[in-house]
């Protein structure tokens, strides 16, 4: 099955047959288990051996994985799905704001921004602390901090506005 995957800002373009991957052109093998009663999965690359956790993030096909202590975004669609948002016009660069929401009830531990601070794409910019693990939330796109409503200390519920961003044109 032939995928097309963006990681950070970069395209690739990944085909799956059985346990063999081809990541812009370059074969290797590998293989994922599940770790039981974990939320993590073992990854064989090759000799190599990961440890990772993925989690499904807003959109059809996003995760933000995280693999030894880093974060990365990343997005993957199958061919009819890419084609399906290339006709619809959904997925495209979208003018206007980038907000940071809340993905779940927690303590604000730190804003690590403010506003008129310039931000990239998968910065950090809120630490917040839920079932008793810190969570880094990072900005869904290049911008400026246009307002800052977090504040530490503070208690949120999922859906909460913590940031208003202005998308870089």
Do not use: C, W
């Not at 099955?1 to 800002?9: A, H, L, Q, S, T």
């Not at 074969?27 to 993590?40: I, L, M, N, S």
């Not at 090759?46 to 995280?66: F, M, W």
């Not at 997005?75 to 948002?85: G, M």
């Amino acid at each position: 099955m032939k995928y097309f995957v963006r990681i950070g800002d970069r395209d690739h373009v990944v085909v799956i047959e059985g346990e063999t991957i081809t990541f812009d052109g370059e074969e290797v093998r590998a293989h994922v288990e599940d770790v039981a009663g974990t939320p993590f999965q073992v990854l064989r690359l090759g000799d190599e051996v990961h440890r990772l956790q993925a989690r499904r993030t807003g959109s059809r096909g996003a995760y933000d994985i995280s693999v030894a202590g880093h974060r990365v975004s990343v997005e993957a669609l199958d061919e009819r799905s890419r084609a399906i948002r290339e006709l619809s016009g959904a997925g495209g660069a979208h003018a206007g704001p980038a907000n940071l929401i809340a993905p779940m009830p927690g303590l604000i531990v730190r804003v690590n921004v403010s506003e008129g601070d310039v931000v990239r794409s998968g910065q950090g910019l809120v630490v917040m602390e839920a079932m008793k693990m810190e969570n880094e939330l990072r900005a869904p796109a290049n911008g400026t901090v246009r307002k800052v409503l977090a504040s530490p200390g503070k208690t949120v519920e999922k859906g909460a506005l913590l940031l208003e961003l202005e998308r870089d044109a």
